[in-house]
């Protein structure tokens, strides 16, 4: 479980997380979801550290990571805009973090097949990152941050730059994904289909608040305000 306690955040006089908690339980794909602006990149950074809290506190499975650096959190990362090495091969960008570790050559290897297989990118091992689509290049970016196995995956707005047909079949591969590897999932967007159709626990967020906590069935059949039910409309 991921545990966010109390966090505030302020930019100048700027509040952009009041005194917000919220509980992600191991092993879910949750969504947070909310209108831009609304403090879900905030928060995702704080819980990666690559933010610093002004109050609160942050734990993963138990551990208090507050004040720990992000390459000790164990955790993967994938952001709109991927940055692939692009002198590197698929392969090569997707090994990299393993071979910073020190990971023995063979295991690297097998590691990196078995991730390429699961993205659907086996046969795109020895191509380069311009050689991709969008959408390939954003599933070796999942390839690339699950290969470490990291203990919690966070995604902010990974299919964003994509047309709707690209993001739709990222949406298909990131659930099965994450029913394969079960690493708990931080998917931040603000495309309530999106979050409906794939994750299993969401987290509704306006204007620096956590408005609700719960499973896309729930939300809809019981949006605890007025903004979580004008915010999430009706479910196609
Ligand atoms: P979201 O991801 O929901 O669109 P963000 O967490 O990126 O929202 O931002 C929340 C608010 O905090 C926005 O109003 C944004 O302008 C502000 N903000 C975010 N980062 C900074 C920053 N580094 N400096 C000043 N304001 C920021
Ligand atoms: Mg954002």
Known sequence: ?????????????????DDVSLEIPDGSLTALLGPSGSGKSTLLRIIGGLEHADT????????????????????????QHYAAFKHMTVQDNVAFGL????????????????????????????????????????????????A????????????GALDAKVRAELREWLRRLHDEVHVTTLLVTHD???????????????????EQVGGPRELYDRPANQFVM??????A
Request: glycine content about 8%; hydrophobic content about 45%; proline content about 5%.
């Open 1 to 17: 479980m991921i545990t966010v306690s109390n966090v505030t955040k302020r930019f100048g006089d700027f509040v952009a997380l």
């Open 192 to 210: 309530q289909e999106e979050a409906m159709s794939i994750a299993d626990n969401i987290a509704v967020m306006d204007n620096a608040h956590i």
């Open 99 to 146: 071979k910073i570790r020190k990971t023995p050559k063979e295991r690297v290897d097998s590691r990196v097949d078995e991730l390429l297989k699961i993205v659907g990118l086996a046969g795109f091992a020895t191509r380069y990152p311009q050689q991709l689509s969008g959408g390939q290049r954003q599933r070796m970016a999942l390839a690339r941050a699950l």
């Open 56 to 79: 609160g506190t942050v734990t993963i499975h138990g551990d208090d990571v507050t004040n720990l650096a992000p390459q000790k959190r164990g955790i993967g990362f994938v952001f």
């Open 148 to 159: 470490v196995e990291p203990k919690v995956l966070l995604l902010d707005e990974p299919f």
């Open 230 to 235: 004008g915010f999430l409309g009706p479910v």
